[in-house]
């Protein structure tokens, strides 16, 4: 098997672009899943399993000495096909070293990466037997930055940026046929007359327009998982809603998964609402909450998901008015390099009671939700010692 | 103190503090001349917090500057800028002297601007910022670093931890709460801010929120806060203005223009912004996109993405309607408007 013809185009006639999923994994994993499509769904695409990744810092003493920063201390999630998961929390909380981690880009120190059974870091250093090479799930794992106008060349022209992915990626096109493709995506992202834009260079373009262009050429890639870093941050809150629709509008069309990362409760709610994902809470390197929209913002559980959800402005002022005090004991982020023992957010939490101080909870499944609904504190639990344990201070 | 008593207070004491008419700033560019602040009139009432919506590119940062004369060369600001005092004694801002500008600045109306990460000498510690602002302005250090560390204390900050660190030394959020602090050691009247939780996580945004608030009434300010996320002041702000294209098109009680926008900007706007209570079907993009100060459309300005533009919108430039006696919309179709979906 050769890994440039994994990817035999559909033949979809409304989606040129678009490959099938199913010939894709028989072909990949070969002997070990015979099922196909059905044994498909259940796999997880993306597995991410304990994971943890420390970073040394050189202290400024005279001793040399490191300290650790555990930006991500032991995270587990599967991400399936066209699976949409958003990771939020706060600044230093370890959700651009998780994404990055998730799809390849970062080593972790401990626990595992596996991309349809296969483990990232294995298949790159070439040990044991690798089911998918390191070149495939790099293509397979894509990453939407922060500026994703700025990621783009400025010396080349919109055509020859995005007839890379497809030069690369597994079809044999001629140039009359990469052409017509890329006219047809600029189209679809309501970049019209398309012949207008396809010779222009990125700083021809406005703003929006670039970050177009740099998302075709991520979906262009025909990845399965895509990262998008704050994708959408840096945009005015009023465009925000019309970049979110084409990233799905790309998703559903490229059925690609897509792992979200935003420290926007609004903007996590409407992409996760939009595609029925998930949204991830994640406190200093830790997932506190994972669930639906439903259960996360209309009933979270988690203190710390409930002080991000008061912080969420409300567009009604009446509604706002009436919001309650500031739910959290302290405005600031603990230390990353000195984080609390126990739970990590007992020093902020309104709720914490001695225990939180000296025993960590752990990400438990509960009943809600079909079972898609997980959270790691003691107040979840009826039969904790924490009902009995005295408040802090 | 609860928005409807401040409201209420607020039209008892019908006094304005700043008084804007005419404000105009362009620059003369090769491709012609960029208006990107174009006729606004404006009265800020003593002790409200004013809150100014506008998408980038609006010019809602060269009218916080113009409110300060500030706007960098080679922009020209026109106009006339009002500072009244409480007993009644006005100052003509635009024609004040550099040396009278650099007192009024700090002691009289104090900024809070974009950005502070920038706003701070990465070389110095933070006390010496407040000292050297004190100084400058002739001020007695001992009592004035009293305030200092009463106004970060104020603001949940270690006064003793914040003053003697380096500016790299504090998160974020710490870095724009001393900033804020800073702009107030002079004791103001008017606080300007512009965006000042722009970059800062949404914990932080709302905590600052908050702290702004308890600062006002402790230290009865009034403030102007601008912002392109309307969410983020409508909990906050007594009134709200709303900027399109280089010019206020709505303007009147934050609960008013919200709940009964009459401008379909507004409308647009509040649609388009993801929030966690309205239903995701509801929420849509604003269609098109805002004007080039350069090339501004004749008559309204937002008539080209108006779904409810007639021949008039095209040739008239829209003066304020009166929807309410506080609430005035730069719209010739308002009363459509406010029966829009």
């Known amino acids: 098997m050769s890994p440039t013809t994994t990817k035999p185009t559909a033949t979809t006639g409304k989606r040129p672009w678009r490959w099938s999923e199913t010939d894709m ?84 120190t401990e626990g595992t990466v596996t991309y349809r059974g296969q483990d990232v870091w294995t298949a790159k250093d070439r040990l044991g037997d690798i089911d998918i090479p390191f070149r495939e799930i790099r293509q397979s794992l894509q990453i939407i930055h922060q500026d994703p106008g700025s990621s783009l060349n400025s010396h080349k022209r919109v055509r020859s940026i995005l007839e890379e992915p497809l030069i690369q990626g597994s079809e044999d096109l001629d140039w009359n046929q990469r052409r017509a493709r890329i006219l047809g995506m600029l189209e679809h992202v309501g970049m019209a007359p398309a012949e207008d834009y396809i010779d222009r260079y990125p700083h021809q373009l406005s703003g929006g327009e670039q970050q177009r262009i740099a998302l075709v050429r991520a979906f262009l890639m025909n990845p399965d998982v895509i990262l998008g870093d704050e994708a959408i941050s840096a945009l005015d809150v009023s465009l925000r809603i019309e970049m979110m629709d084409l990233m799905m509008d790309l998703q559903e069309m490229f059925d690609t998964a897509f792992l979200f990362i935003s420290h926007n409760l609004s903007n996590a709610r409407y992409i996760a609402g939009k595609t029925g994902g998930r949204i991830g809470v994640m406190y200093l390197g830790e997932l506190v909450e994972i669930g639906t929209v439903d259960k996360i913002i209309n009933d979270p559980e988690h203190p710390y998901t409930r002080a991000l959800k008061w912080a969420t402005p409300e567009l009604d002022p009446e509604d706002a008015e009436e919001k309650d005090e500031m739910p959290i004991r302290s405005i600031d982020i603990p230390d990353p390099e000195d984080p609390p023992s126990g739970c990590p957010y007992h020093t902020r939490c309104p709720e914490a009671k001695e225990v939180c101080a000296t025993e960590e909870p752990s990400l438990l499944e509960t009943d809600v939700d079909e079972h898609r609904h997980q959270v790691a504190c003691f107040r979840s639990q009826d039969d904790h010692a924490y009902w009995d344990s005295d408040p802090i201070e | 103190m609860s928005k409807t008593d401040s409201l209420q207070e607020s039209r008892q004491d019908e006094s304005t503090i700043m008084r804007v008419r005419d404000l105009e700033v362009y620059f003369d560019m090769s491709r012609g001349q960029s208006r990107v602040v174009d006729g606004i009139d404006l009265d800020l009432k003593r002790n409200e917090i004013l809150g100014v919506v506008g998408e980038s590119g609006s010019g809602k940062s060269m009218l916080a500057a113009s409110l300060l004369d500030a706007v960098v060369d080679p922009g020209v600001t026109n106009g006339e800028v009002t500072y009244v005092e409480e007993d009644g004694t006005e100052t003509d801002v635009l024609g004040l002297s550099k040396k009278e500008l650099k007192r009024f600045r700090w002691e009289t109306v104090s900024m809070v601007f974009q950005g502070a990460m920038s706003s701070f000498n990465p070389v110095t510690d933070i006390r010496t910022h407040f000292e050297e602002t004190l100084i400058a302005h002739e001020e007695d250090l001992d009592e004035g670093m009293e305030r200092a560390k009463e106004i970060i204390t104020d603001l949940h900050l270690d006064p003793e931890r914040v003053l003697d660190a380096y500016p790299h030394e504090l998160s974020g959020g710490m870095k724009q709460r001393a900033l804020i602090a800073l702009s107030l050691v002079l004791e103001p009247e008017v606080l300007v801010m512009d965006e000042p939780t722009a970059a800062l996580d949404l914990l932080m945004q709302r905590s600052i929120i908050t702290l702004i608030n308890e600062i006002k009434e402790k230290y009865d300010l009034t403030i102007v806060f601008i912002t392109h996320d309307l969410p983020l002041i409508t909990g906050l702000a007594d009134r709200l203005a709303v900027m399109y294209a280089f010019q206020l098109v709505e303007r009147g009680p934050a609960t008013e223009v919200v709940r009964n926008s009459a401008h379909p900007y507004t409308r647009a706007l509040l649609k388009s912004t993801p929030n966690l209570q309205t239903p995701l079907e509801e929420m849509r993009p604003v269609e098109g996109s805002a004007p080039d100060p350069i090339n501004v459309p004749p008559g309204c300005s937002y008539h080209e993405r108006c779904p409810l533009a007639t021949s008039i919108c095209e040739t008239e430039d829209p003066d304020p309607y009166d929807v309410t006696d506080d609430h005035e919309a730069n719209c010739h179709h308002w009363e459509e408007t406010l029966e829009m979906e």
């Open chain 1, 25 to 108: 994994s028989q072909q990949q994993t070969g002997t070990s899943q015979q099922d196909g499509p059905s044994a498909n769904e259940q796999e997880p695409l993306l597995s991410v399993n304990d994971l943890k990744v420390h970073f040394e810092k050189e202290s400024q003493s005279i001793f040399g000495e490191t300290e650790t920063i555990k930006a991500v201390d032991g995270i587990s999630f599967d991400l399936t096909e066209r699976d949409v998961l958003v990771l939020v929390g706060e600044s230093g909380c370890g959700k651009t070293t998780l994404g990055k981690t998730a799809v390849g880009l970062q080593r972790p």
